[in-house]
């Protein structure tokens, strides 16, 4: 009974597992079998998808190689034009290879031919020669002597009129290549020719600031003389005080003084000391300015610093109204121009431009022409020689030695000289254009006249109903005499003397 009460267990033991296990191999089969389908159905679609892989391979294969065929076919093509090209080209070349040797042997043929003919002729002329020889008993040198003795006799007045002629032809050309130069330069400079007068005048605002400058008893006028070196010029006129010195320096020292004193309001000997010695200072700065501002414009930058201050000090020098400073600059400027198109030292011809004048700069505190004052300043600050040969001969008191002296005397006589420089000049100008327009318009037949070119030119417009062509021409004749009667001027004037008829219609 406990036998089988045991036994019982186990078998149910037994058979469960033997169930668990069959169970489990039942699953796992199950299990096995849905892998091994997906794994065929991924085969099968991973095969088709090769296959059309492989299709899509093959059309593209078979496309480059039939594009392939074609490009290859079209190379070919053009290689077969290019051949057939190169095969007639080397047929021309051939034909031309041809034709040139035979033109070759032709002209070898001429040559020699025309060899024989100047032998011949050779020949034929030395027994020519030999028999002019024999007839006329000369030489040949003799009979070309006597032939050209005969010929000068024959035309000597015609060659002397053709010298002439080209003489005068050179002299023309010099002188319009000069014009150019000169011309070029001037153009090509642009700085300002306004004249400047230094008019050393002070305004005041009131007329009683007369009495408190003389001050009491004439103290504070006294001082100021006295300290500045100025006289002060106090009159009738109103609202001014002038002051008069030859030296140009000291008259600005007081001018800049004077204003400040009238600012500050309180003018006495002491307040008169201290502005003049402000002045004095002010005006050393600004000749430094004025001087360092010359040379950096002239790109001249190697002058010793005492030069640089005396053209400074030429800013306040003036000669016929012209500053001297902006003077030396233009003729710098237009020497340097002048230089560079006349092959000469520009360099050379710039500096003596620029320090031609540097002795006015002291010559009212040294004897001596500014000329001589000038060499000496520029011997004892050891400028070159040749700088000195330049600058000495602008007012011919040494004779010219170099093309860069010439140059600078022409640049000095264009700066002095040219409309609107120098005060003195510029009213002869303008008084000169205004006669010659007043002569031509006295006549009744002249509409319009007009000075132009500096007044190297007179244009004149006449009424063409009043005058023919031919009294145009006799209008002009009697325009030039009353000119050259009545006034004095340099040089020519042109008078071109213009008879238009205009006629307007309108076409509607």
């Known amino acids: 009974m406990i036998t089988s009460n045991i036994f019982i267990p186990i078998v149910l033991l037994l058979l469960g597992v033997v169930l668990g296990y069959v169970i489990r191999h039942y699953l796992f089969t199950l299990r096995s079998d849905s892998v091994e389908a997906k794994l065929k159905l991924k085969i099968q679609e991973a095969k088709e998808e090769s296959k059309e892989i ?11 190689v039939e594009e392939a065929r074609k490009e290859e076919k079209e190379k070919k093509d053009k290689l077969d034009q290019l051949e057939i090209r190169l095969i007639k080209r080397e047929e021309f070349l051939d034909h031309k290879h041809l034709e040139v040797d035979n033109e070759r042997q032709k002209l070898a043929e001429d040559i020699n031919k025309a060899k024989q003919i100047k032998e011949d002729l050779l020949k034929a002329k030395e027994l020519q020669e030999q028999k002019l020889q024999e007839i006329s008993n000369l030489t040949r040198e003799e009979a070309r002597n006597l032939l050209i003795k005969q010929i000068e006799d024959e035309h000597k007045n015609e060659l002397a009129a053709v010298m002439q002629k080209l003489e005068g032809e050179r002299q023309e050309t010099i002188r319009k290549k000069a014009e150019e130069i000169v011309s070029s330069a001037i153009q090509r400079f642009s700085h300002g020719n306004a004249s400047e007068i230094m008019i050393s005048t002070v305004s005041l605002p009131s007329e009683d600031m007369k009495g408190r400058i003389i001050g009491k008893e004439g103290r504070n006028i006294h001082h100021f003389e006295k300290v500045s070196g100025v006289e002060l010029i106090i009159d009738d006129s109103p609202d001014i005080i002038t002051l008069s010195s030859f030296n140009p320096i000291r008259r600005e020292i007081a001018r800049l003084a ?23 200072q002010e005006i050393k700065n600004r000749i430094k300015k004025a001087g360092e501002d010359a040379v950096y414009e002239l790109g001249i930058l190697d002058l010793p610093q005492e030069l640089i201050l005396l053209l400074g000090r030429l800013n306040y020098r003036v000669s016929y109204g012209q500053n ?59 400028i070159s020689e040749e700088i000195i040969k330049g600058m000495r001969a602008h007012h011919e008191d040494y004779p010219v030695e170099s093309l860069e002296a010439a140059i600078v005397n022409s640049a000095d006589a264009i700066s002095a000289s040219r409309p609107g420089a120098r005060k003195e000049t510029l009213e002869n100008y303008l008084r000169r254009l205004e006669n010659l327009e007043k002569i031509a318009l006295t006549y009744p037949e002249v509409e319009k006249a007009y000075a132009i070119q500096a007044g190297r030119e007179l244009r004149i417009f006449v009424f063409p109903d009043k005058v023919d062509d031919y009294n145009t021409m006799k209008l002009a004749k009697e325009i030039a005499k009353k000119i050259e009667d009545e006034i004095n001027y340099p040089g020519e004037i042109r008078i071109v003397v213009v008879r238009e008829t205009k006629v307007i219609e309108f076409a509607r």
Request: hydrophobic content about 45%; cysteine-free; aromatic content about 4%.
């Open 324 to 382: 001297m400073l902006l003077h030396s600059i233009e003729v710098a400027t237009l020497a340097s121009m002048l230089a560079s198109e006349l092959g000469a030292n520009v360099e050379v011809a710039k500096k003596a431009g620029l320090l031609h004048d540097i002795g006015k700069a002291i010559d009212y505190e040294v004897e001596g022409s500014h000329v001589e004052i000038g060499i000496r300043i520029l011997q004892k600050y050891g």
């Open 54 to 64: 492989i299709l899509k391979a093959k059309e593209e294969a078979a496309k480059i």
């Open 258 to 280: 004077l204003e400040k004193l009238i600012q500050d309001g309180r003018i006495q000997p002491a307040k008169i000391e201290e502005k003049i010695a402000w002045a004095e």
